[in-house]
């Protein structure tokens, strides 16, 4: 491509809401510009490296004998009836009726259509395991997108569903499809991600693993021990405790703590530690009268994943302040005003004595409360947040808490969606059984921003070789030099029929402006073609990533450039 | 792939509404599945015919310094209130509003969205010409889907648009684009096509063409002269008529017809040929009061995309037979009761003596009529659909009229989106215009449709290799001989080694099975591996378009392919 005609514009600034590097170096290199909310449009650079991840994507789910089918952006209502998906997901699913007033629904996710496809034509074990995967936009009416292609509305996709007659299958089909993912990754140029437990959320199942780039700016909370293999996402990392000691249990007393209404303030007023403070929790029940209090230890925070998955019900942080039913800031589990409240002790609280709780009653407290003495026997649950230094649940050890962006997930389905939708297959022994699925994501777009996360620097982008949209980035000094208007021709086009992806930099510029602007769409390979260097008969090719500098004869340019793309991978 | 996991089946019948070709084969060689009217899942031998397409159409675009980006499927519509569209399109285009109440559309076109990605960013001559395009899913909620993939409600799409500052550049490019558009029609194996002038439509703008691929059941009529090189859709056609004999004007009668009301009664009745009938033709014009009455020679028909830009208003066929404004089957111009219609005369009409027209009077119509002397002097338009036989605008031969199906379509939009939206460019000598674009569109799924229209047998599809989703189908009989099993193996693995698609029939069935599906999927070049033929040490090649069988060495098996597969594109 001749830069001159690049519909795509390099900037010194992105604006002000634009906070992760991905975004602010899309925006200003000109990667892509934003239509709506959550919703971009690709310049060639953009999308032609997303094409590149995507080919990555489409040669590992290959290997792993994937079929390349398409599903429809657009499905009838009846058919995610079948699953009950179309009552169960909420708003982020766009909904809209045809000419003809049926219900239709934009796919964020193509279970439904798998099965759909799948259904009759397989029917026997001998056509299992069997593997279809798509690559495609789909939209997912997102509440808040953020962080440049981290989270947006609409996206390209490769989603892949597989079918089996057993577990053990899947199992081991599973583990083929993790290590095609840990490729991938490593294919387009990410190394910081790690693979942890997670919760399977709205596409059921038994077991599943998201795949998370580290990094700071990350929304999910993962849960990782260094001593060992442990890793989970926050939402279903399983708590243990050190035990405390314990001590004599003294007599309950109400006392008066005045405005002292959170942790921080209580324990001030009564020079306890947080952890000898019982915190209490308030949640209502979407759709549903009455509320959840969850009790817990001062120092920790309710993990609200486990207590949806504890109550069946989708649970929502409730302000009771202005509710005459809690004393607000003063709540505790003895004399509770809210009768049809569940209450549900997180296992924290397990053996803690002589604790400090609300005691229902405004600028009161009560101190040296005492679970089973005090209130009665209750049953403890894991509702609570790992925190960093939590034993490991595995080996023991101190746990690290860091931020990760999902950048891949793998689910165990189970027959959620066999069953549901009537999908049946026979077995050697001639049984009926609904076949048991996988599902396997991949975002495009997410998986380019990380990259970008990973791989820049002050002066801008450097794309990895791999994905990297043009290989070469030709940059002619004075094109109205004879000998470097050959030169550089040339190159580009001899590049191009020995089919290297070229960038030619023919704008009327001044140096400067050129340079700037091939360090920040980055990449990796920068040819300087200059009347100084060619006194030489030299061209200089500077390698992005590391800046290194190697001199060649001007014309043994052509094959030194593609013996660097050829044997450095990870330029 | 293994056809023992192949999702997607092989059936002797298709559905009973499967009229065309492409529809019956596509369905019952497992190409896709129906999910809902107009909207299709397609298996890996369909997607990957699909991909071979856009593949091709990807490097011809790239050889025409066409940009790839990406534009959303979902856009806001104040995007396109900018051009007006969002309220001039019809309910073809889905609506939908976002959890914000944001009102949203799906994208069956992207002029807007071309234009708003290069609006700023292309500021300057020095910038023009340039050209972008994008490979996506479009959906146009059309009221009648038919023929497979010909008419299909969601659909992939390519579609380009290129920015000009001279009307003569953007000519230039057109054609530069129009030979593109040839080269990917032979690439990827039709050879039936015609590219004939068009209507603009929606899409506004000066000139467009559209590629034909001709066939009986196309639904767009094509006016093609076998003597010269015209050729135009019918909607743009245009007439010329060959003189008639100038008769003596005879006295105005009004004669009593009955129940004669349609020209092929009314000719027979007064046994006048229906070249010397006046035909009314009454539409109503939506949204508005009030109806147009064309008049035209009785043996011609209304051509209404003409009709339309005359009036510059949505005309469409009215029922008049129960308004009492007129009195349907004896309409002529005198004594019309409707004094608000408007009235066309076609040139049809134009010279023509003494004919008969209705008297606006149950059961009576004048003979002998004379517009000039008995109406008045009247303009006549040219609103007629060109017929088999008429003489061509250009060279005056005898026109053909044929069905076509459009392939392709290319379309000079002058400033319209420019204007509309906003976009300037700074000319040479510093002016500030809006570019000239140009927009080029072709139908991934419809092509690949047309394809095996032109491409099949008795017996089923006959894959050009260019497009083919596998290249070879490895056909081996008793895999239970250990010969046969290591052999079709071994090819197979080195097959794909040298990235050469390729199926494999593994399955446990009877040797006319696989013949049977073989051919009806019609992948390029058929293997059979059998002990009968490895008694000699032999394999057989056979080409599923012309039958020839080639027996070879089995260890030359693998080079014989590849030099078939070099060195004979049109196998």
Same mark, same amino acid.
């Given at each position: 491509m001749r830069l001159s005609k690049f519909v795509g514009e390099r900037t010194k600034d992105a604006p002000s809401d634009a906070m992760m590097k991905n975004h602010i170096l899309l925006?200003?290199?000109?990667?892509?510009?934003?239509?709506?909310n959550g919703i971009y449009s690709l310049t060639a650079l953009g999308q032609k490296a997303c094409l590149n991840i995507e080919n990555i994507i489409r040669e590992e789910m290959n290997a792993c004998e994937g079929q390349e089918v398409k599903f429809p952006v657009v499905m009838p209502k009846e058919l995610w009836d079948m699953s009950g998906r179309y009552s169960s997901i909420g708003s982020e699913m766009v909904r809209f009726t045809d000419r003809t007033n049926r219900p239709m629904l934009l796919g964020m996710t193509h279970e439904e259509a798998a099965v759909h496809l799948a259904k009759n034509w397989v029917n026997s074990y001998t056509q299992l395991p069997c593997m279809i995967y798509q690559i495609q936009t789909k939209f997912r009416d997102?509440?808040?997108s953020r962080g440049g292609l981290i989270r947006v509305r609409e996206f390209t996709m490769k989603d892949a569903y597989s079918f089996h007659v057993t577990q053990e299958d899947l199992e081991d089909y599973y583990d083929v499809m993790f290590k095609a993912y840990e490729r991938i990754y490593k294919r387009i140029g990410l190394k910081n991600v790690v693979s942890v437990k997670s919760d399977n959320g709205m596409f059921g199942g038994t077991a599943s693993h998201e795949f998370m780039y580290l990094n700071p700016m990350g929304e999910d909370e993962l849960v990782i021990c260094p001593h060992c293999d442990y890793r989970a996402n926050q939402e279903?990392?399983?708590? *243990?405790?050190?035990?405390?000691?314990?001590?004599?249990?003294l007599p309950l007393e109400e006392v008066f703590t005045g405005e002292a209404k959170d942790i921080a303030e209580v324990s001030k007023f009564l020079k306890m530690p947080p952890e000898k403070c019982m915190k209490a929790v308030v949640f209502a029940i979407k759709g549903e009268q009455g509320s959840v209090v969850c009790f817990i230890r001062g120092d920790r925070e309710i993990n609200e994943t486990k207590l949806r998955k504890l109550c069946k019900k989708e649970v929502v942080p409730y302000d009771a302040t202005s509710d005459p039913d809690f004393c607000a800031g003063n709540i505790g589990p003895l004399n509770l005003k809210a009768k049809d409240a569940k209450i549900f002790f997180d296992q924290s609280l397990k053996g803690l004595t002589n604790l400090s709780t609300g005691a229902? *009653?405004?600028?009161?407290h009560f101190v040296n409360f005492n679970i089973e003495r005090d209130y009665g026997t209750v049953e403890y649950y894991d509702i609570s947040k790992v925190k960093a230094g939590d034993p490991c649940p595995n080996c023991g050890?101190?746990?690290?808490?860091s931020n990760g962006i999902e950048i891949g997930n793998i689910f165990q389905l189970g027959t959620k969606y066999t069953s549901s939708m009537g999908m049946f297959v026979k077995t050697k022994d001639e049984r009926e059984i609904n076949p048991i699925m996988g599902c396997?994501?991949?975002g495009v777009g997410r998986n380019l921003a990380c990259v970008i996360e990973e791989n820049s620097d002050e002066k801008g982008i450097c794309m990895p070789l791999s994905i990297a949209p043009y290989k070469v980035h030709i940059v002619p000094l004075r094109l109205d030099d004879e000998k470097v208007a050959s030169i550089s021709s040339k190159l580009y086009h001899d590049l191009q029929s020995k089919k290297i992806e070229v960038l030619?930099?023919?704008r009327d510029v001044m140096p400067g402006v050129k340079f700037n602007d091939a360090d920040l769409?980055?990449?990796?390979l920068r040819v300087l073609i200059s009347p100084r260097s060619l006194s030489n008969n030299q061209i200089e090719i500077k390698l992005r990533k590391t800046g290194e500098v190697i001199m060649v004869d001007a014309q043994d340019g052509l094959n030194k450039i593609l013996d660097i793309i050829q044997n450095n991978k990870e330029i």
């Open positions: 925006l200003r290199a000109g990667y892509m510009k934003q239509v709506a997102e509440p808040r279903v990392a399983q708590c *243990k405790y050190k035990n405390l000691p314990q001590e004599d249990m229902n *009653k405004k600028e009161y050890g101190e746990l690290h808490v396997y994501g991949i030619i930099d023919d769409i980055g990449m990796p």
